[in-house]
């Protein structure tokens, strides 16, 4: 039981440090860890570097960062829905650094697993390669990405068991499963932590070694654009 | 007669074949699902996690951890898969997806394409373009011919930060349909949208190309 702390904030206690590196999992804002961003915010810790895939909306998600210019730069692959990230980029105040979205997944996934670069056609002969190493493999251009880890990954799981064992749910899987395995130290906000054994085994998507600290939050679950068709009626 | 965008996502719809794995890109080419022919097997893709997406849900049915790439949310059908981003993008970057159709702001008749940046404007990320293009076995673009100022978005060079060069294998337009042949060797013209006339394409094209034998206006 010793993973499993009472709320984020005590979830993150001792874990942050200004102009640290964190990895933040979500795709939009599926399966974004709300509570432990909002722990982040309340933490005071300053000038963040972050790696995720957005940059949340105004107000929610890593908005709320970005509103206490807690964030000095982030690294991501499309951050179009945010009002406050544009003034802020835009008045030079915040460092942005664009990634392909397989590439940036893949650099997370190599940093866990302890690779520090590998070579992609993703991006070659465009901005996204200039100043890198590029070499040909069987007649093809490669451009060398390098690995990605962080002092602390922030996850959201929809289960956990106690010893950290991950299930995720559906699209919000996304980043979080890499991120957990490339975080110094990976804290996961679950919708529910179950007895050890009540997972399968086999239906484990992240195994726990990958998990140091664990909160169970009731989570918003915001939707970013609620798109749905209606009934024929009879 | 110009193609309006069903008519686009209709055209385009011609692409698929039976058994594809397809990843469509967003706006005219997020149509191209509603053209599917009745007993033909595609699987889409939403690289954010998932293969076999289903359509938009029912307002009860709506599901804040179900989306596609869009943000949009959706449903899932008995075939479909979840993973993660990882997985995702070894799927399109080991070329593993058959087909992706996408929209671009301008494409070269070498098959380079321009669809994320424009210098100047605010930049929003190229999200998942640049893997796509490079992974996908084959890269089919749906767009209007010319842009808001009457400007033809098919070139010679690309002039916008590229998303990928020589990936293009067709381009499908409002007035016709080009052809990138491999190797650099240039776009062929191989049809005309209904009521367009050889004519109109060659006044509204920046690009060299040929026209296929037999294509008449």
Known sequence: MRKIFPDA??????????????MSGGFGLCGIPEKLIAGLRDSGVKGITVISNNAGVDGFGLGQ?????????????YVGENKEFERQYLAGELQLEFNPQGTLAERIRAGGAGIPAFFTATGVGTLVAEGKEVREFDGRDYVMETGLVADLAIVKAWKADERGNLVFRKTARNFNPMMATAGKVTVVEVEEIVPVGSIDPDHIHTPGIYVDRIVQTVSEKRIEQRTIRQRETA | MARTREQLAERAALELQDGFYV??????PTLVANYIPDGMEV??????????MGPFPYDD?????????GKQTITEIPESSYF????????????HINLSILGAMEVAENGDIANWMIPGKLVKGMGGAMDLVAGVKRVVVVMDHANKH????????CTLPLTGTGVVS?????????????EGKGLELIELADGVTLEEVASKTEAGYTVAAGLKS
């Open chain 2, 43 to 52: 699987t889409l893709q939403s690289e954010n996690g998932m293969l076999g």
């Open chain 2, 150 to 157: 009457g400007q033809s978005k098919v070139l010679k060079d």
């Open chain 1, 65 to 77: 960062l970005l509103e206490t210019k807690q964030i000095a730069k982030m690294i991501s692959s």
């Open chain 1, 9 to 22: 904030n005590a979830a993150l206690a001792g874990l942050t440090f200004d102009g640290m590196t964190v």
């Open chain 2, 170 to 182: 067709r381009i499908i337009t409002d007035l016709c349909v080009f052809d990138v042949k491999p």
């Open chain 2, 61 to 69: 049915e709506v599901d804040a951890d179900l989306i596609n790439a």
């Open chain 2, 23 to 28: 990843n469509l890109g967003i706006g005219i």
């Open chain 2, 84 to 95: 993660s981003s990882s997985d995702s993008f070894a799927m399109i970057r080991g070329g």
